[in-house]
């Protein structure tokens, strides 16, 4: 979908561990840049490890990707990528905190310069505002009961490791929903303290305005809250005609910003599943920004 080619400059806004920049590289020869953005430190760190031997042509900064501007400022980009979500090096950290399967400090903070961990909302929402969260972050049909669970069982011991609260999730639910319900639960909390939807929602329009005409913008989401974002972002960007469906012609002047690249949502083939199991969730999109576009 990006199409790299040498000559262009690039921006991997979820660097992670370098594995997708470390491909636009490789298309883009001998003479494309990547620029690489990551809001987890330890991520920056090791991506620039593993990029070192391109040189001046992987540049790894430490920022989320909705600060992009700011970040590089003036700089404009021939393809942007983003791989939202949490990263398989820190699923497998326990003390990071995002696993339900690993024993650990209750923290799920991308960057620990946040000041809330999950244990910290799990000790301070209320009953109502905890099945909120469950609800519309994790969409979890038994968001009331969790919310009602862990409210009980805070008054008795505080909850602060992540095996404390997926044994609560596990009495909560029936057994046949534990393991949804369990991701359910930490994927609520990690958008929680991360704000993940809020930075997508301010920060696909903001890397739109970097994207060099007819750069290309790809986006891989990996659930339903996240696909809805982009895809209504693209929809807008393709037709963002205002004027009520019966007018013949169109009054409002909006023209169409780039046309999209993926009708239909692009997902793993069977053996792109078998060899990396966590990218079964995988939806990819994309949208090309339009060159005659005059706004």
Do not use: W
């Amino acid at each position: 979908m990006l199409k790299p080619r040498s000559g262009c400059v690039y921006l991997d806004g979820t660097v992670g561990g370098g594995g997708h920049t470390r491909a636009i590289l490789e298309a883009s020869a001998p003479d494309g840049r990547v620029f690489g953005l990551d809001r987890d430190p330890e991520a920056v760190k090791e991506a620039a490890s593993a990029l070192q031997s391109f040189g001046e042509r992987a540049v790894i900064s430490p920022g989320n990707f909705s600060r992009a501007q700011e970040i590089f400022p003036g700089l404009l980009f021939d393809g942007i990528l983003l791989d939202l979500g949490v990263s398989s090096h820190q699923l497998d950290t326990p003390r990071r905190g995002f696993s339900c399967d690993r024993d650990g400090p209750l923290d799920m903070r991308m960057d620990e310069g946040r000041s809330m961990t999950a244990a910290d909302f799990l000790s301070q929402l209320s009953e109502e505002a905890l099945a909120r969260v469950f609800r519309d972050y994790g969409e979890s049909p038994f968001s009331r009961i969790l919310a009602r669970e862990i409210v009980r069982e805070r008054v008795k011991e505080p909850i602060k490791t992540t095996g404390h609260l997926a044994r609560i999730v596990r009495r909560a639910v029936p057994s046949r929903s534990e393991r949804k319900s369990l991701v359910q639960a930490f994927q609520a909390l990690r958008i929680l303290v991360n704000s993940e939807l809020d930075c997508l929602q301010d920060g696909l329009g903001k890397l739109f305005e970097t994207l060099a005409p007819p750069g290309r913008m790809a986006v891989i989401s990996y659930h339903s809250l996240e696909d809805r974002i982009v895809k209504l972002f693209s929809r807008q960007l393709a037709n963002p005609c205002t004027c009520p469906p019966d007018l013949p012609v169109c009054a409002c002047g909006k023209i169409p910003r780039a046309r999209i690249l993926s009708h239909k949502v692009i997902r793993p083939a069977g053996n792109e599943i078998a060899g990396n199991p966590r990218s079964r969730s995988a939806r990819l999109r994309a949208v090309e920004k339009l060159t005659d576009f005059r706004g």
